[in-house]
C-alpha cells in the first residue's frame, strides 16, 4: 500500500546522455507554470569545464528552445522561466 502510494506521489523522472536531450524532454512535457528539475545525476567533468560552464550552457538551450521566455536568476545557480506579459 505504501510503495503504491509512493509510486503514485513521486514525480516524473527521465534518464538521458546529454543536456540537450534533457532540456527537449522537460520542453516537450512541461505545461505552462510547471516547474522542470534539472538535476545531474553524475559528473560532467568529461563534457564541461565546470559547473558554470554547465549552466551557462542550460540557460543558452533555454533561450534557443523558448524564444517568448525570460530567464531571470532567482539565486545563484537558479533559472526560472516565465512567460513575457502580452
Not at 532540456?23 to 528539475?37: E, F, I, M, N, Y
Not at 533561450?63 to 512567460?83: D, M, Q, W
Amino acid at each position: 500500500e505504501q510503495a503504491e502510494f509512493r509510486r503514485s506521489t513521486a514525480p516524473s523522472t527521465a534518464v538521458v546522455n546529454r543536456l540537450d536531450e534533457a532540456v527537449d524532454l522537460a520542453a516537450r512535457a512541461a505545461a505552462p507554470g510547471t516547474v522542470v528539475l534539472l538535476s545531474p545525476g553524475g559528473t560532467s567533468y568529461d563534457a564541461y569545464r565546470d559547473f558554470e560552464e554547465r549552466g551557462e550552457h542550460f540557460r543558452r538551450l533555454v533561450r534557443e528552445r523558448n524564444t517568448r521566455s525570460v530567464l531571470s536568476s532567482a539565486e545563484p545557480g537558479a533559472v526560472r522561466i516565465a512567460e513575457e506579459p502580452s
